[in-house]
């Protein structure tokens, strides 16, 4: 069982910069490979990025590559959404997601276990 909390969210002008993190309980954390996903209001929620359990193999979206980076400090207990370079489109609520899995090449909702409440992220042009 892995329990999730995000932080970090907020305000941001278009062009600015916002990290989130990711704090999961439980000793198993660095087992489990990490997502993050993010749901504006009236879509479907979208897949953002994806990190390795041990932090080596990264996937991102083609909406976000190239401004955002996915991180993780499994001393911390904490995986990092590094958002640069924000747009308006970027508005969402963020959240981050587990897999019982050191690798995956998941990035459905339904194919991540375990979830956080979300961290609203609003970027103003």
């Known amino acids: 069982q892995v329990q999730l909390v995000e932080s970090g969210g907020g305000l941001a002008q278009a062009g600015g910069s916002l990290r989130l993190s990711c704090a999961a309980s439980?000793?198993?954390?660095?087992?489990?490979?990490m997502g993050w996903f993010r749901q504006a209001p009236g879509k479907e929620r979208e897949f953002v990025a994806r990190?390795?359990?041990?932090?080596?193999?990264?996937y991102y979206s083609d909406s976000v590559k190239g401004r955002f980076t996915c991180s993780r400090d499994n001393a911390k207990n904490t995986v990092y959404l590094q958002m640069n370079n924000l747009k308006p489109e970027d508005t969402a609520v963020y959240y981050c997601a587990a897999v019982a899995a050191p690798i995956t090449s998941a990035t459905k909702s339904y194919e991540y276990h375990y979830w956080g409440q979300g961290t609203q992220v609003t970027v103003s042009s």
């Open positions: 990190i390795s359990s041990s932090g080596v193999i990264t």
């Open positions: 439980g000793r198993t954390f660095s087992t489990y490979a």
